[in-house]
C-alpha cells in the first residue's frame, strides 16, 4: 500500500502560490459534496477520484494506472518550518510545484528555491502561473488547443509566449535543470516539465494533476511505501497557542498511524523530549484551512499521509520543523525513556554562518545531521547525542564552540565522541581519523571472535587429505585466512579453518595473493566442486555485531567476501 505524495507549492513572493492551491481547494470542493474531501492542518487532501474527474482522458492516453489515494498538498512556504528542514537537509515534500510568473519570470526568491530543492534532491514541475495575462490567450480554450497555436507561430499569443517562456526556459537551463514544455517531453526521468497555467480560468490545473499523481507514483513508489499499522512518523509544521488548550502543534503524518494516548517523540530547544498525547484534531470538512477561525473535531487517530493538531503537555519548546515519532516507553510518564532515535550527528557552531558552511561540507561528505545549532556545546546535547542506536551517530561537531563543565562530565560516562577545532576542514579530518582508528579497533575485536572475512581457491591437485580434516593448497582471492574461520562453498557450510601452514610452518593467517596449506575441520573433497571459491561466513549474531561496530563501508567490504548464515 501506497500513501499520498506530499506536494509543496513555491516560488517567489505574489506569483501565484496561493492562488493556484485555491483554484485547486475550490474546484475539488466544487467536484465533489460534502465528505467527500479532507482538509488537514495546513494542507488539502485531494483523493484519487477528483484527480480523475479532472484528467481521466488525460490519465487513459498516457496509460497511468493510478493506485495512490491521492495527493497531500502542503502550504509550508510562510511556515518557520520550511526554512528549519532547509537547514536541517531535509524535506517535507515528496514532490514539489515551483511557481514560476509567465510575465516575471525568475526571481531572486525563485533562485533561492530552486537552490533548496536541489539540496534536498526534491523534484519538481514548474507552473508557469498566469498565463492567461499573455496577450490573446482564450481563456475559453483547453491548454492543448492553445499549444497549437503557439506552434504555429504567427499570432499575438504565439509571439508573446514564446518571448516570455524560452526566456524562462534558458534561465532555468542556465541553473543547471534541463526543461521541457510539457507536451514535447520524451524522458520524463531526464526533463523537468514546463506547464502553463491559469489558476483563475483552471486551464492547465488536469495537466499539473495529472503529471503531479503518475510521476509520484510511477518514480516515488518506494519511498511512498506506507506502513498502516506501524507506529507514525512526520514533521512538526507549527507551533501555536490555541485558546483552551494551551500550547499546540500542528504536524504532516507521513507514516504509520498516531493514536491519543501514543507518546511522541520530538526534539525540543532543551534537547530530546517525550510526551503523551492528549488529543488529536482534525479540521471539519470542507473548511478552508488557512482560515483564522476553524471548526475542529476530535478523532482517536489518523492515518498517514495526513495534516492533524496535537494536544499534549511540555509543547513549549518543540521547534517548527522538527521531525516527530510514536515511540514505546519503559516506565511511567515522568521517568521514561525515549526508544526512538533518527540518524545522524551533531553539530554546534559560533555563528549562523559557520554553520551553514559546516552544513554544506557535512553533506558533502555523505553524511547525516541529526541537528545543528549555536552555541556551546551543552549537557542537553551529549544527551541526545548519548542515544543513537550505532556509535557512529554518537559524535558531536563543535566549531569555534567550547563544551560546558557539566557536559564534559556527562560525555566521559555516555561514550560520545566531541570533535572540536576552529577550523571547518579540520572537523572532517579528525572524524575521519577517529572513524578509522575506531574501525580497525573494533574488527580486531571482531575478528578473535568470529573470524575474518576471506575468499580463496582450493588447488584441486594438492589435495593432501580429503575428509577429517580436509588438508589442501590454497590461493588467498581477497581479505586474509585465519585459523578459526567458518568458511562456506556454493552456499554450503564446509567447515572451520584449523591451521595455516606455509612451506611446513604454522603461520598466525596468509594474506590476499598468498599461497599455502590449511586443514579444514569438518571438510570432504569428496562433497564440494573444488572450482568454486571458498567464502568465509558468519552466523546472524555475529554478522549483526559486524553492522552495529563497524563503518558502512567496511560492512560492505566484508559482506562482498562472507555469507551471513543461520546458526
Keep these: 500500500m501506497i500513501r499520498e505524495p506530499i506536494v509543496v507549492v513555491v516560488g517567489h513572493v505574489d506569483h501565484g502560490k496561493t492562488t493556484l492551491l485555491d483554484a485547486i481547494r475550490g474546484s475539488t470542493v466544487a467536484l465533489k459534496e460534502a465528505g467527500r474531501i479532507t482538509q488537514h492542518i495546513g494542507a488539502t487532501d485531494v483523493p484519487l477520484e477528483v484527480v480523475n474527474s479532472f484528467a481521466g482522458p488525460l490519465i487513459e492516453k498516457f496509460k497511468f494506472d493510478l493506485k495512490i489515494p491521492g495527493l497531500l498538498f502542503i502550504d509550508t512556504p510562510g511556515h518557520e518550518a520550511f526554512f528549519t528542514l532547509r537547514q536541517r537537509g531535509c524535506s517535507l515534500a515528496d514532490i514539489a510545484i515551483l511557481i514560476v510568473d509567465i510575465m516575471q519570470g ?84 531526464k526533463e523537468i516539465i514546463l506547464l502553463p497555467v491559469s489558476a483563475k480560468t483552471g486551464q492547465g490545473l488536469e495537466y499539473l494533476l495529472l503529471f503531479l499523481s503518475g510521476l509520484s507514483q510511477k518514480y516515488l513508489e518506494k519511498k511512498l511505501a506506507l506502513n498502516v499499522e506501524g507506529k507514525a512518523k512526520g514533521f512538526v509544521l507549527e507551533v501555536k497557542e490555541a485558546k483552551g488548550l494551551g500550547t499546540v502543534i500542528d504536524v504532516i503524518i507521513t507514516d504509520g498511524v498516531i493514536k491519543k494516548n501514543d507518546f511522541i517523540c520530538l526534539s525540543g530547544k532543551l534537547g530530546t523530549m517525550y510526551t503523551k498525547i492528549k488529543g488529536i484534531l482534525k479540521p471539519k470538512e470542507l473548511q478552508e484551512i ?82 545543528s545549532g549555536i552555541g556551546n556545546i551543552t549537557k542537553e546535547d551529549i544527551l541526545k547525542a548519548s542515544v543513537a542506536d550505532s556509535w557512529k551517530d554518537r559524535v558531536i561537531f563543535g566549531f569555534n ?95 572451520t579453518v584449523k591451521q595455516v601452514q606455509d612451506n611446513g610452518k604454522t603461520i598466525d593467517f596468509a594474506s590476499e595473493g598468498q599461497e599455502v596449506a590449511i586443514s579444514i575441520d569438518g571438510g570432504n573433497s569428496d562433497k564440494i566442486d573444488l572450482n568454486k571459491e571458498v567464502i568465509s561466513y558468519f552466523r546472524e549474531y555475529e554478522m549483526g555485531e559486524f553492522k552495529k561496530y563497524l563503518s558502512d563501508d567496511l560492512i560492505k567490504k566484508v559482506e562482498e567476501l562472507s555469507r551471513s548464515l543461520l546458526n
Design 106 to 189: 525568475l526571481q531572486p526568491q525563485t533562485k533561492e528555491v530552486i537552490k533548496y530543492l536541489k539540496e534536498n534532491k526534491t523534484p519538481f514541475i514548474v507552473a508557469l502561473t498566469k498565463a492567461d495575462m499573455l496577450q490573446g490567450w482564450d481563456k475559453t480554450q483547453k491548454i492543448d488547443v492553445l499549444m497549437k497555436e503557439v506552434d504555429e507561430g504567427t499570432s499575438n499569443l504565439a509571439k508573446d509566449f514564446n518571448n516570455r517562456f524560452y526566456k524562462i526556459f534558458g534561465d532555468l537551463y542556465e541553473q543547471g535543470y534541463p526543461v521541457e514544455r510539457f507536451d514535447k517531453i520524451k524522458d520524463f526521468t
Design 401 to 495: 564552540v567550547n563544551i560546558l563543565d557539566n557536559a564534559l562530565d556527562l560525555q566521559k560516562s555516555k561514550d560520545v565522541h566531541v570533535i572540536q577545532s576552529s577550523v571547518v576542514y579540520d572537523l572532517i579530518a579528525k572524524y575521519k581519523k577517529w572513524m578509522a582508528e575506531t574501525d580497525s579497533k573494533n574488527f580486531e575485536e571482531l575478528v578473535k571472535k568470529a573470524g575474518h572475512p576471506v575468499s580463496f581457491k582450493i588447488f584441486p591437485e594438492h589435495i593432501f587429505k580429503r575428509t577429517k580434516p580436509l588438508v589442501c593448497g590454497v590461493k588467498v582471492i581477497s581479505g586474509k585466512l585465519y585459523p578459526g574461520t567458518k568458511v562456506a562453498i556454493d552456499g554450503k557450510i564446509l567447515g
Design 290 to 371: 488557512m482560515q483564522k477561525k476553524v471548526d475542529f473535531d476530535y478523532v482517536d487517530e489518523a492515518t498517514a499521509a495526513a495534516g492533524v493538531r496535537i494536544v499534549a503537555h511540555k509543547l513549549d519548546s518543540v521547534i517548527a520543523g522538527d521531525s516527530l515519532a510514536v515511540v514505546d516507553v519503559v516506565c511511567d510518564e515522568e521517568k521514561c525513556e525515549v526508544l526512538c532515535r533518527e540518524k545522524g550527528i551533531l553539530v554546534k557552531a559560533d555563528t549562523i554562518g559557520s554553520l551553514e558552511a559546516l552544513d554544506s561540507l557535512i553533506k558533502k561528505e555523505g553524511l547525516e545531521i541529526l541537528q
